[in-house]
């Protein structure tokens, strides 16, 4: 009997010491809450939230929800944050088209574990944060939304002008914009003006950015742009029309980061023009020499003074590379760029072997006690 709580107690001092070398995995959500307003059936409704991992190892969140019309909520079922890592989850609400008007309440429930650690073992050194949702389902069609964000750049003569803005879905139906521009001279007479009818939508919930572009006949002097757009407003902003040469567009390659595990290979540009430029990043992946990967960015619209990342995903097997490239925007280059990547082979992660030595400990704990019984 003396020797079977001794064991037992010996046992229970391993499990104990093992399970405390992982301390609770502790996530951290932000907003602490979320709420819909007035989201119409078959309608929309966007939102995120912030996660954060506060451990330096990485940690798997999976997602639950609970509560009425769990099946209206589309979100990932889980996320793995990497060492004091970040995630920005989206969460969106489709309600089906017979939902019963009225509030609702749910709960969504993030359970955090060190990667790679089964559920069964996870439980034990595991964290759920819960954060409240409410929304409301109504009949009531309310379109709303807000103008913002004009952007318009000076010019040189005989270029075209590039018009912007922003649209800000504030109310429950879809907006799809309709309007128009109009450039006023210096004494206010009208010059210029054209119909805005857009055929993309911006969702409730949701900002759209819109731009609209075409040749200019315009003489040289100061201008002022105008842009209408019904049930959001009208916003105005001056800009310039400059003699040929007058402009120059200018951009520096800043840097070039390299891609880490589910990260981005990083170009970095500034615009240090005068105008709004169009800039992209262009290069190559080499081994041994030889080119295995293009790499070509979408195309970002950069404003004077600006700094933007262009970003691109790589899935590169085990090995050595070079990336070089540099970024063209209008009708220029910058200077080239290069870095060397090493794409490490896969290896077990740590919390598996934690898992599997766990295991093995257990296993060994109960046949101690078996055997210490079957002599008695």
Known sequence: MENTRKYGIITCLILFLVFSSHSVQAVGVSPGEMAFENVLPGGYAETSVLLSNSKDEPVTV????EGEGVDWLVLNSSVILGPRGTERLTIALQPSIDAEGGSY???ILLTSVPAGLSSVLGNRIALTVSVPLSFTITDARVPSCVLGGVRVADVELGDAIRIGYTISNTGNTRVTPRGNLRILDIA????FRDDVQESE?????MKGDYENAGSSTLAEGEYEVV????QCGEQSRRFWVLAPGTLGDEGAFTTLIPPASAEPLIAGFKNTGERSVRARFSG???QDGKIVHVIETEPLLVAPGQNVNLESYLDLPAGEYE?????????????????SVIVEPEVGNSSVVFSTLLLFLIIIGIILIVRIQKKR
């Open 62 to 65: 999976t997602l639950e929800v």
């Open 105 to 107: 309440e749910q709960r």
């Open 188 to 191: 206010g007479k009208e010059v």
């Open 201 to 205: 939508t911006t969702l409730p919930t």
């Open 227 to 230: 842009v209408s757009i019904e």
């Open 284 to 286: 190559v992946v080499l």
């Open 323 to 339: 990336i070089r490239g540099s970024v063209l925007y209008e009708n220029k280059r910058t200077g080239e760029r290069s870095l």
